[in-house]
């Protein structure tokens, strides 16, 4: 096989994964290079691939109502391992895609494993490799790569990511709690803790007066709005929790009263055996987690399998230094993928790799490229990340970054619907080009 069909994909996270994958079963012979077990990044414990940290969840799986539930049909068409290990390990979470982390990364690894054309390299890469490569090193890449990166390119941007605690299920007070999901919809898989007012008052002023890690010095740090720690939204206001994670809309419990606040548990396994807090990322000092989190009724007992933590994310002034498909606008044959991009999220960061990935293989086998467009998410936030912009910020999966109907439509579940259709016919048409080319 000539030398113009090898290529080098640095990092087995979700988009290297994804990429290194695709590229193989396109004929290609793919180096993919990964510093575990050798060396684990701050926030990775398992030596598998494609390992999440963050949470279990891969949000909305409703493909004509959430826009990240039509990102995961638009990779689901192209042909995303990672869509098809989530769907091979789901675990029951109402309308979203959440997943058994270990079986999630265990599917893949095995895949990458079993691909003849992947030879996988355990190694730490300190410099970007000369191109065709694809460098997928993640929010969390190490210091030495980080520096050539930054050397090369002029710099990049850092913010600041918290991840939520995780519970035992048998210290759980269930019977202060009751199960239902937000306006009935799915199978009752999360455990609501409801907070009446005098409950959720002390709370919210233990939770303020808490002690943070890394205390000093943390207001420089810029923090992305959709990791804001709790403690930090919960300084904004008194009610802000009630309007945020703890809202306690559209739930009803068994006497069919709304309570004042409430706070959503999730399976963060198969089994059943662990919670997550949902959307409780946190900068706390452990003892202070305990404290404060143990204040709700139903975790008054609570033993903590993992505590949050807050860990450094890095990622590129992408539209400085990309090209909308992905590729350094100084050398074509250097591919950035996964949250490194400013793209925000497990599945945005996934589908980054795949869309790196196809432009790769088209210009490597001379062929036209994907002209991607905000008619797609994956357009969308391939533009995002490379149009030039004064305040560049990580952007996830959202209606707003697709390009308007060319007719007004008023009913919004109607608007949300045809811009899906839209998207999954261009994506069709997408996927049977490269099925015939590649």
């Given at each position: ?255 069919g009263k709304r ?36 204040m709700i009724p ?129 994506i069709d048409r ?9």
């Open positions: 096989m000539g030398e113009e069909l090898r290529v080098t994909v640095v990092g087995a996270g979700l988009a290297g994964c994804e990429a290194a994958y695709f590229l193989a079963g396109r004929g290609f012979r793919v180096r993919l290079v990964e510093c575990k077990p050798a060396r684990f990044t701050p926030a990775h414990a398992s030596e598998g691939f494609a390992e999440l940290v963050c949470s279990n969840s891969l949000k909305s799986n409703d493909v004509y109502g959430n826009a990240c539930g039509l990102l995961k049909e638009e990779m689901r068409r192209l042909g995303s391992l990672v869509i098809e290990a989530a769907d091979a390990t789901r675990v029951p979470a109402g309308g979203a895609l959440a997943v058994d982390r270990a079986a999630f990364s265990a599917y893949i690894t095995e895949k990458i494993g079993a691909q003849a054309n992947i030879e996988v390299v355990c190694e730490e890469a300190s410099r970007i490799p000369a191109g065709p490569c694809i460098v997928a090193t993640g929010p969390l890449t190490l210091d030495a790569l980080a520096a050539d990166i930054a050397a090369r390119l002029g710099g990049s941007l850092f913010f600041y990511d918290a991840a939520a605690p995780i519970v035992a299920a048998d210290s759980i007070d269930f019977s202060k709690t009751f199960t239902a999901d937000r306006y009935g919809r799915g199978e009752g898989d999360y455990v609501n803790c409801p907070l009446s007012r005098e409950e959720y008052d002390a709370f919210v002023d233990a939770l303020v007066s808490a002690e943070r890690a890394n205390e000093h010095g943390i207001d420089k740090r810029e923090l992305f709005e959709g990791c804001m720690p709790v403690e930090a939204m919960a300084a904004r206001g008194k009610d802000t929790l009630r309007f945020g994670m703890l809202k306690p809309v559209g739930l009803y419990d068994a006497d309570p004042y606040a409430v706070l959503q548990l999730r399976k963060e396994n198969c089994a059943g055996t662990a919670y997550n807090l949902v959307g409780f990322q946190t900068n706390l000092k452990f003892p202070e987690q305990k404290r404060v989190f143990s139903a975790l008054r007992g609570a033993e903590f399998l993992r505590y949050g933590v807050m860990h450094r994310n890095t990622y590129l002034n992408a539209p400085q230094v990309l090209s909308p498909d992905y590729s350094l606008r100084a050398d074509p044959l250097v591919f950035f993928a996964g949250q490194i991009t400013g793209v925000e999220g497990y599945v945005e960061s996934a589908d980054s790799g795949l869309a790196a990935a196809i432009a790769l293989a088209c210009k490597l086998r001379g062929i036209p490229p994907v002209e991607w467009d905000e008619e797609t998410v994956t357009g969308a936030l391939a533009r995002h990340v490379s149009q030039p912009t004064e305040n560049f910020q990580p952007m996830n999966a959202n209606y707003g970054i697709l390009r308007p109907l060319a007719e007004h439509v008023r009913d919004k579940a109607l608007k949300k619907r045809r811009l899906a259709e839209r998207a999954l016919e261009r997408v996927a049977a080009a490269l099925r015939e080319q590649l």
